[in-house]
Every structure is written in C-alpha cells, then in structure tokens.
C-alpha cells in the first residue's frame, strides 16, 4: 500500500535517487531564499538540511520525500518529510491496529535505546495517535547536527510508525524540521498530517510483486 499524505500550503516531492538531486535542492534553496547575498547563510542552512535528509532518506530506501515550501498564507515551512516501507510485525497476534501494536511498541523502544545502553522505556513526548484505520506511535527528538560554516544546528525530528490497514506491518514517517519559535507549530502540523493520511491500495501488479 501506499501512504498519501494531505501535505497542507506548497511542498516539493523530491524523487529518491534523482542524478540531479543536489542541484534540485540549491534551486529549491534560492526559491526560498533568493540569490542574494544576504541570504547566502540561510541558503547554506536549508541545503545542508535537506542534503541530511535526501542523504537519510535514500540510506533507509525511502518511497517519498517530500520538501516543505510555504503554508497557506505564505509563512515560511523549513520541514521536510519521508515515507519508509517499515518493518513487518510478526509478533502481533493478529494483524488489527491494536495487535500490531502492542507488538510494535517495545521492538521501536529496544531498537532505540538498548544499543545505547538504556532501558527501553517511553520518551516524555511518545504519543499513540488514532486514525480511522490505523495506529500510530509518534516519538519526537531533538538533536544538534553539526553543519559545515554553521555550527551545530537544534533540529527536530519526529517519527511516526503507522500500522497498516489488513497487515501485521507498520510503515515509517520520518519527519524533520529545524528547532525554532515555530516549532510547537510544526509538531501539531506534522500530528494533524499524519492523522490525515490515507492508504492507496496497490495496483495488481505491485501488490503481487511486493508478495
């Protein structure tokens, strides 16, 4: 299945493993910001940005990416979000939202914290959210990137792993963001983007070639 996203005011779907991806994105960053040089700063920032996140998507097999350009209104939207197909849960008893996970839930907190040496244990901010066919659990962090002529960067980051209508399966929304006065805002927007999406069936052909 695929996952359709209501992306609200104007975003751009960046292809995964397009040859000219980088050139793309200086393009999209001088949209944004324009060729002046005032802006060169702004211009390095949002590239480095979404060359991380062109980089993270493409490492994970990413199915979309998809840049962040403006809401309604024209206020500025530095985000951007990527699809993964996830990861089957075949510890779920049953392939209902509620089944698939409870199993999901301590697979996604091991992964995350045993590694490091931590109990895995839910974060403050860690959320199950419902939608009308399907589970989420959000888990939002905050790290600093370190950027080159920029210095370290507070970026948000925020993944949503959403159960699969019909399958004991969960896809993977990773969403990322930079850590300024927006981005409270951001967070609600990812959560109500998120509850929003809806499952494409696939074609006959494609569901047969992903059995």
């Known amino acids: ?61 990413a199915q979309q990416l998809h840049l962040g350009r403006a809401l309604d209104g024209g206020l500025p939207l530095p985000a951007s979000i990527a699809v993964y197909p996830g990861i089957a849960v075949g510890t779920a008893v049953d392939a209902s939202p509620e089944a698939v996970m409870d199993a999901l839930v301590p697979l996604v907190l091991r992964a995350a914290h045993e590694p490091l040496g931590g109990s895995p244990i839910p974060g403050p901010d860690d959320r199950v959210l419902r939608t009308p066919r399907s589970l ?23 993944d949503y792993w959403v159960t699969v209508p019909g399958e004991r399966h969960a896809m ?25 999406a809806r499952f494409a069936s696939d074609s006959a052909l494609a569901a047969e070639l992903r059995r």
């Open 1 to 61: 299945m695929r996952l359709e996203l209501p992306l609200p005011g104007r975003w751009y779907a960046l292809p995964i493993g397009a040859p000219d991806a980088r050139t793309r994105i200086r393009r999209f960053a001088e949209e944004v910001h324009g060729a002046g040089d005032d802006r060169a700063l702004d211009r390095i920032r949002l590239r480095r940005r979404l060359h991380l996140a062109l980089a993270h998507a493409e490492r994970g097999r």
């Open 136 to 158: 989420v659990l959000r888990r939002p962090t905050l790290e600093h990137v370190e950027a080159e002529a920029v210095g370290r960067l507070p970026t948000l980051r925020v």
């Open 172 to 196: 993977l929304v990773h969403a990322v963001a930079p850590e300024t006065a927006l981005a409270p805002l951001l967070r609600e927007l990812f959560d109500e983007i998120i509850v929003g």
